[in-house]
């Protein structure tokens, strides 16, 4: 699986670090996780959430 840190799913998905703090704070975003010593999230657990709420071209 593609793992992506914080700024990664910021940049591929054009939604700034902020929201997306916000986003896991509301708890539409699952809470990103430390694997390899990096803070993230599989591709798969943000994409789906971001293009439900329209945050997300792909």
Not at 9 to 36: I, N
Request: charged letters at 30%.
């Amino acid at each position: 699986m593609d793992e992506l840190t914080l700024l990664q799913v910021s940049h591929r998905y054009d939604v700034d670090v902020a929201t997306l703090h916000q986003l896991v704070g509301r708890r539409l975003l699952p809470a990103p996780r430390w694997s390899g010593g990096r803070l993230g999230w599989r591709a798969e657990d943000v994409k789906a959430p971001l293009r439900e709420l329209g945050l997300t071209r792909r």
